[in-house]
């Protein structure tokens, strides 16, 4: 296999970026598993799953960043360009889950879950055909701008972390559809302020388990 290119400085900051927010998103999925069971609250199941799928999104994201990252011209390997549309389709599937996780208490339906799957998948199908994360954006967009207008409305500080967090995924989609239309120190300050929002949503996460623990309500 011959590497025609491969921007290491970019690779480094990605893939740190990534796994920190892969580790940040599994920790409080796993954190929580508890008191999922302890109280079988269905605002937690939804909670528990989004990050879960986010995490899933964060990863097929950073898969997508190495294919574009490097340059292949061999027979013996799968070109970066075919399987880059299987990529964007795993993309659009968790992330479009996730986003809906965050907004199903606005959506109280006994199959939402799996209207959510289906919607995914849907959204999945345009994704491998398009192969274009900016159009994934542009149609998550309408469900982060409700997510967003329902927390503001809520006046909640927590939900609003989680409108935050939506907000700064479709960011991370449009700062993989080019390596020159941001410059990178735009891209890691962005980022940097994403990881701060993790941070204060595991605490908050810490603090809920440790309530748990004392037998107050999940809040």
């Avoid at 302890?38 to 799953?49: Q, T, V, Y």
């Avoid at 340059?71 to 659009?92: H, N, R």
């Avoid at 999945?124 to 149609?139: N, Q, R, T």
Wanted: hydrophobic residues 55%; proline residues 2%.
């Amino acid at each position: 296999m011959v590497v025609q290119y491969f921007d290491s400085l970019r690779f480094i900051t990605e893939f740190v970026y990534t796994l920190i927010v892969i580790l940040m998103l599994l920790f409080v999925y796993f954190r929580t598993r508890n008191l999922y069971k302890m109280s079988n609250h269905e605002g937690i199941k939804f909670f528990r799953l989004a990050f879960l799928f986010f995490s899933l999104a964060y990863l097929a994201r950073f898969l997508f960043l190495l294919f574009r990252l490097t340059s292949f011209s061999t027979s013996y390997f799968i070109p970066g360009k075919y399987i880059t549309p299987v990529v964007l389709m795993l993309i659009g599937y968790f992330s479009t889950v996730a986003l809906f996780c965050l907004m199903h208490k606005k959506i109280k339906h006994r199959s939402f879950l799996l209207y959510s799957h289906v919607f995914a998948g849907i959204i999945a199908i345009i994704s491998y055909f398009s192969s274009s994360p900016i159009l994934i954006a542009v149609i998550q967009l309408p469900i982060m701008i409700f997510i967003l207008w329902d927390n503001l409305k809520t006046k909640n500080n927590t939900r609003l972390l989680y409108a935050l967090m939506s907000i700064f995924w479709l960011i991370n989609l449009f700062l993989i559809t080019s390596k020159n239309l941001f410059a990178l120190e735009f891209k890691i300050a962005l980022q940097f302020i994403s990881l701060i929002v993790f941070i204060i949503i595991i605490k908050k996460v810490i603090k809920w388990t440790k309530w748990q623990e004392k037998g107050k309500d999940w809040k």
